[in-house]
């Protein structure tokens, strides 16, 4: 049998576990723009997932991650880490930055909102790349070609 300061802790546990689950956000960072104010365009969209098959990296005799190919071919590889900066996590979505600058916000549909944080050496023109945590999912979502909402970086803050 528990005793009553266990019994209270874990009723403290479990409401702090369920109120994380049912307060987290459906959008990743920052609220949902107005959707009056984005502008709709067709794109080819992809999956990536932090693997070497999807990020173009293996590991060296040494086991540390290098760059595959490229200019930075064996070059030290950062995994998980985007091009500016943060961490890859759902929602982070790879584009051509010069068509979508980094902090542009998507709205995606059968995947959700996302924010452009990221670019790879073939994302180039109508093309974006979506985040999955796992390869699986990456796989199972393909290649599609979607109606993406789109609004510029600092709308909708």
Same mark, same amino acid.
């Given at each position: 049998m528990l005793?009553?300061?266990?019994?209270? $802790?874990? +009723?403290?546990?479990?409401?702090?576990?369920a *109120?994380?689950? %049912?307060?987290? #956000?459906?959008?990743?960072r920052g609220?949902?723009p107005?959707?009056a104010?984005a502008?709709?365009v067709t794109l080819?969209a992809?999956?990536?997932?932090?693997c070497?098959?999807?990020?173009g990296w293996h590991?060296?005799?040494?086991?540390?991650?290098?760059?595959?190919?490229?200019?930075?071919?064996?070059?030290?590889k950062?995994?998980?880490?985007t091009?500016s $900066?943060? +961490?890859a996590r759902?929602?982070?979505i790879a *584009?051509?930055? %010069?068509?979508? #600058?980094f902090?542009?916000r998507l709205?995606?549909?059968?995947?959700?909102?996302?924010?452009?944080?990221d670019?790879?050496?073939?994302?180039?023109g109508a093309r974006l790349d979506?985040f999955?945590?796992t390869?699986?999912?990456?796989?199972?979502?393909?290649?599609?070609?979607?109606?993406?909402?789109v609004?510029?970086?600092?709308?909708?803050?």
């Amino acid at each position: 049998m528990l005793r009553a300061a266990q019994r209270a $802790g874990l +009723a403290v546990a479990l409401a702090l576990c369920a *109120a994380g689950c %049912a307060t987290a #956000p459906a959008v990743r960072r920052g609220r949902e723009p107005p959707p009056a104010a984005a502008r709709v365009v067709t794109l080819e969209a992809t999956g990536y997932c932090p693997c070497g098959a999807c990020c173009g990296w293996h590991r060296n005799c040494l086991f540390t991650p290098v760059y595959s190919g490229g200019p930075l071919r064996g070059r030290r590889k950062e995994v998980g880490v985007t091009a500016s $900066g943060t +961490a890859a996590r759902r929602g982070t979505i790879a *584009a051509d930055t %010069a068509l979508f #600058p980094f902090g542009t916000r998507l709205f995606v549909p059968g995947y959700g909102y996302g924010r452009v944080e990221d670019r790879g050496g073939d994302i180039k023109g109508a093309r974006l790349d979506l985040f999955f945590p796992t390869h699986a999912e990456a796989v199972r979502w393909g290649r599609r070609r979607v109606n993406v909402h789109v609004w510029p970086p600092g709308s909708g803050e």
